[in-house]
């Protein structure tokens, strides 16, 4: 495992084919990056460049539009579309996050089981319109990060001594979102409560990011409080743990506080996507050998835990809650 600046860098190789002594290398090398530092890169990780950079270019073209032309595909109930920027305020935070961004998951028609069951954030995608690219782009992304996610999650069952195969049953419909992300330029000036992103945590199980090379991701480092820059690394994805893994894994590993400043004098852009569970899945420690007696937390569904996080800290739930 070689290292950029603090962050190491973890090759998965090897990983997809099934190679024994990969996945073995590539566990250790999670294992130690969760619980010394809390973010890691991967390379060789299996997301084609040529579906990156479909996806980026097709993303600078839409968050060119005028506002009044992304506003038509708005955010709906299920989550999926057009978040305009000050729709997301982090908790703890004082301000809205400097930032659009598009949100999309797993393309359910209405008729589907799940749907049917009444599942929160399941359904369609909606997609504009005008811009047959924009979703022929963001499909390929979203298909192809999901195998690197159920990949990872291999890799990561080793880091926990567990079956590799463990998580593969709890991922039959997962609650994948992947987010397309825009971050205007940020003034000098700014103040200092003013974020791309405020300090947080993420909700879920394991998130996939691509960066561009803006920068602007800075980590806390875990115990030491020191905040550190995730620059951009060709070929690799970003890689950190959620709440939810964090609390599965009954804290052996920990979901690391991060956050994004772009004083670049740039536009940054970044695909992030967060690679959760069935909704229904059951997260419990227990499942991953810890002893009943050490057991930290409860049983929860993986859906519940997510939508409570999702609910807190989206303007546009808050406004439908006090309705």
């Not at 024994?20 to 997301?47: D, P, Q």
């Not at 593969?168 to 997962?174: E, H, I, L, R, W």
């Not at 852009?269 to 690679?275: M, N, P, R």
Request: net charge negative; charged share 25%; hydrophobic share 40%.
């Amino acid at each position: 495992m070689t290292q950029t600046t603090s962050i190491p860098l973890v090759d998965m190789s090897g990983v997809r084919e099934g190679d024994a002594a990969s996945l073995a290398r590539a566990g250790e090398a999670i294992r130690r990056a969760c619980t010394e530092v809390g973010f890691f890169y991967i390379v060789n990780h299996g997301l084609p460049q040529t579906v990156i950079d479909t996806a980026l270019e097709t993303a600078h073209d839409f968050f060119a539009l005028p506002l009044e032309r992304k506003v038509e595909v708005a955010v709906n109930k299920r989550h999926r579309g057009f978040h305009r920027k000050g729709g997301a305020t982090m908790y703890q935070a004082t301000r809205p996050d400097e930032k659009e961004f598009y949100s999309m998951g797993l393309d359910l028609p209405e008729d589907d089981p799940c749907v049917l069951a009444g599942e929160a954030l399941r359904g369609p995608n909606q997609w504009p319109a005008f811009m047959p690219e924009w979703q022929r782009a963001m499909d390929a992304y979203f298909a192809e990060v999901g195998r690197c996610g159920a990949d990872l999650l291999r890799a990561v069952a080793v880091s926990l001594e567990i079956d590799p195969e463990f998580f593969a049953a709890k991922y039959t419909k997962p609650l994948q979102r992947t987010q397309a992300v825009y971050y205007p330029v940020q003034p000098d000036d700014r103040p200092e409560d003013q974020f791309g992103v405020a300090p947080h945590t993420d909700y879920g199980c394991i998130t996939l990011l691509y960066q561009d090379d803006v920068g602007g991701l800075q980590v806390r480092e875990l115990g030491s409080e020191r905040w550190i820059d995730a620059p951009f690394v060709p070929g690799s994805l970003v890689v950190n743990v959620g709440d939810l893994l964090a609390r599965w894994s009954n804290d052996r590993f920990l979901s690391t506080m991060h956050r994004v400043i772009n004083a670049s004098g740039r536009e940054r852009y970044s695909i992030a996507t967060f690679y959760d569970p069935d909704y229904a899945a059951i997260v419990d420690p227990a499942d991953l050998g810890v002893a009943s007696e050490a057991v930290k937390y409860p049983p929860v569904a993986a859906g519940d835990y997510i939508l409570g996080r999702i609910d807190a800290s989206m303007s546009y739930r808050k406004q439908a809650a006090g309705s």
